[in-house]
């Protein structure tokens, strides 16, 4: 076991915990942060997906250790009010069905939001490939990142 300190959403945190212990696992089970979902385990759907220094990144496979000295946002940390663009278009758009993938999606988004303000169709594409939704929606999702692409 280690010490490690970790600023997630802004907020420096002390944990006890082996140093390569899934950084998925510090979130939900240590800080409480159940918005990120473990979906595969192995990075291949993007449930766990949180920003590194801004960069999507599958919690599922980033170790602790990975994480000390770097800004860790999940989806509690996007917006003090849940008011994000993102989060905004997501509810006008009616993106989720089941909801269990669209942290990771909005997360994502984010991240390429972040790249790319107005991102075209084929930018979407190849930002949100790696990101599965059993309920299939996709084009409800490409309409929310391009509703949001909007509003910033």
């Given at each position: 076991?280690?010490?490690?300190?970790?600023?997630?959403?802004?907020?420096?945190?002390?944990?006890?915990?082996?140093?390569?212990?899934?950084?998925?696992?510090?979130?939900?089970?240590?800080?409480?942060?159940?918005?990120?979902?473990?979906?595969?385990?192995?990075?291949?759907?993007?449930?766990?997906?949180?920003?590194?220094?801004?960069?999507?990144?599958?919690?599922?496979?980033?170790?602790?250790?990975?994480?000390?000295?770097m800004?860790?946002?999940?989806?509690?940390?996007?917006?003090?009010?849940?008011?994000?663009?993102?989060?905004?278009?997501?509810?006008?758009?009616?993106v989720?069905?089941?909801?269990?993938?669209?942290?990771?999606?909005?997360?994502?988004?984010?991240?390429?939001?972040?790249?790319?303000?107005?991102?075209?169709?084929?930018?979407?594409?190849?930002?949100?490939?790696?990101?599965?939704?059993?309920?299939?929606?996709?084009?409800?999702?490409?309409?929310a990142?391009?509703?949001?692409?909007?509003?910033?």
């Open positions: 076991m280690s010490q490690f300190t970790l600023t997630v959403n802004g907020k420096a945190h002390s944990v006890n915990v082996d140093p390569e212990t899934p950084l998925l696992w510090i979130l939900r089970d240590t800080l409480g942060l159940t918005g990120t979902k473990f979906g595969c385990g192995r990075g291949l759907c993007g449930a766990c997906t949180i920003l590194l220094d801004g960069e999507a990144t599958r919690s599922c496979m980033t170790p602790v250790e990975y994480a000390v000295e800004e860790i946002t999940t989806i509690e940390g996007l917006s003090v009010d849940s008011k994000h663009s993102l989060q905004l278009a997501w509810i006008e758009e009616e989720p069905q089941c909801g269990y993938c669209q942290s990771g999606q909005i997360m994502t988004a984010a991240a390429l939001m972040k790249e790319k303000s107005h991102p075209t169709d084929e930018d979407i594409n190849v930002a949100m490939r790696m990101n599965l939704c059993r309920c299939g929606t996709y084009q409800r999702i490409r309409r990142i391009h509703k949001a692409a909007q509003v910033m």
